[in-house]
């Protein structure tokens, strides 16, 4: 590699326009890296951290303050260094602690000039269309004042209107796997001009089932590129992918010791299926939530849900991988304004919403695996303020609910609304005060004795 890098410094003989010198900049910061790889203040000798700290552009600072980002969040004090050193880096963090910006910045900071560089030089691959406009959207804040080209490509919307806002010399591109190779193979997406690929929440591509699209978009970008991988989790299909496509990577670990943010209340019902509905309705009565998603586990399920909701209540949506993109976007805008309060979602869709003013979730059918539990309880608490989330059981999950506590190493707490227990419930006793599980690995399987019995 680092033959590799020396050999690609610019001959001192060449015209030294902006773009040859923040090139050579990025290689010597990368070779120098390298060669003193512990020149990094380790996270106790650091100083507290300051965006000012972080060698980052005048123009980036004024949009920093004006987007009203006052300090960094521990992802991006870790890894903008790092990405602006030009290595690679696997940074291990939920949605909602700031990772946009810390692969956004200092990807913006490091652009080359639109006049000197033709093609993309940025790839942020992600897995759901709201997720790719969040994105952009976050680039596009973070780039004020300063003519930076995003665009953000996936499957839904025209392709027409993609190619040629790709063709109005695009510097970054965000985009959904499928829609992104649907460019490449077309020609509207050129890649030899790309120094760094971000692989975003890889660990929902992979469980959406984009591993062998990404495996070939990546095989078609340049070598010698910076890749920057984010994910919730760490499992062996990620470490196995970072192996082949990333070179001597970083790891960066900012999840929170608890999976699920610490200032959500988490508590859980028991209920028979047939009263899910009218809990829903009581919840809701009794908690006023100022926005509140309701995730379900199926798009029929979803709707049924919602058609059952908005014949009671105002201000109810729903939103799920069938629906057409425009329909989809226009409830995340309602939803974003405020004029929707209750939002029915699927897990796949839910994902990637963020809204500040959730100020409750509601899993109406608990999910089916942990890791969706994590992402969908952290829609709210966003940004350390504070959140409340309810997940309904039946008789027949307890296990499922025990998986879950395992996976945050903490115990739900058990609401109980009068009228509502379920019948098993009342028959079978559940301890009040269970012993918290022991440490084993989160993903095994609960030992039998601490399966919760509902
Ligand atoms: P993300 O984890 O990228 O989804 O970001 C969550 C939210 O935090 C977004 O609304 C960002 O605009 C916001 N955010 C990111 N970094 C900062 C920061 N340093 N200070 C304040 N807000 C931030």
Redesign the pocket.
């Known amino acids: 590699m680092l033959s590799r890098l020396c050999a690609q410094q610019q001959p001192a003989t060449l015209t030294q326009t902006p773009a040859v010198v923040k090139f050579n900049k990025r290689i010597a910061r990368r070779l120098d890296h390298f060669r003193a790889p512990h020149t990094l203040a380790s996270p106790t000798e650091k100083k507290p951290p300051r965006?000012e700290n972080l060698d980052l552009s005048k123009s980036m600072l004024k949009a920093?303050s004006q987007?009203?980002?006052?300090?960094?969040?521990p992802i991006?004090a870790e890894l903008i260094p790092r990405a602006l050193d030009g290595i690679d880096v696997i940074g291990q963090?939920?949605?909602?602690?700031?990772?946009?910006?810390?692969f956004g910045i200092p990807i913006i900071d490091d652009l080359e000039p639109r006049s000197e560089v033709a093609g993309p030089q940025a790839l942020v691959l992600v897995p759901t269309r709201e997720l790719a406009v969040?994105?952009k959207n976050?680039i596009t804040?973070l780039s004020e004042g300063q003519r930076v080209g995003c665009v953000a490509v996936y499957g839904g919307k025209p392709i027409r209107s993609q190619i040629e806002k790709l063709n109005r010399n695009a510097q970054i591109v965000v985009g959904t796997p499928g829609r992104v190779l649907d460019h490449i193979g077309r020609g509207s997406l050129r890649l030899n001009d790309l120094w760094c690929v971000v692989l975003d929440e890889a660990d929902r591509m992979l469980d959406i089932g984009f591993r062998p699209d990404i495996e070939k978009i990546l095989k078609r970008c340049p070598k010698d590129r910076q890749t920057l991988l984010l994910s919730a989790t760490l499992p062996p299909t990620i470490l196995r992918l970072a192996q082949r496509y990333m070179y001597k990577p970083e790891t960066i670990d900012c999840s929170p010791a608890e999976l699920s943010v610490e200032t959500i209340e988490q508590h859980y019902f028991t209920v028979d299926q047939g009263r899910k509905f009218d809990l829903l309705l009581r919840l809701i009565e009794q908690e006023q939530p100022k926005q509140a998603i309701v995730f379900c586990r199926t798009k029929r399920g979803t709707e049924r849900i919602h058609n059952q909701l908005s014949q009671r209540i105002k201000g109810t949506a729903c939103i799920h991988g069938d629906m057409q993109q425009r329909a989809r976007d226009r409830v995340m805008s309602q939803f974003r304004e405020g004029k929707v309060r209750y939002l029915v979602a699927t897990d796949v869709v839910g994902r990637g919403i963020?809204v500040?003013s959730i100020s409750h979730i509601i899993n109406y059918d608990i999910p089916q695996f942990c890791d969706d539990y994590v992402h969908r309880v952290g829609r709210t608490g966003?940004?350390g303020r504070e959140g409340v989330a309810f997940t309904f059981v039946t008789s027949e999950e307890g296990g499922e609910l025990t998986k879950i506590e395992q996976r945050i190493n903490r115990l739900l707490i058990r609401g109980e609304i009068k009228g509502f227990e379920s019948q098993q419930t009342s028959r079978t006793s559940v301890s009040e005060k269970p012993k918290p599980p022991p440490p084993t690995s989160l993903m095994r399987r609960p030992p039998r004795k601490h399966r919760r019995r509902l």
């Open positions: 965006f920093l987007a009203g980002y006052e300090t960094p969040t991006q963090a939920q949605t909602g602690t700031g990772k946009t910006a810390a969040q994105v976050e804040k963020d500040s966003r940004m």
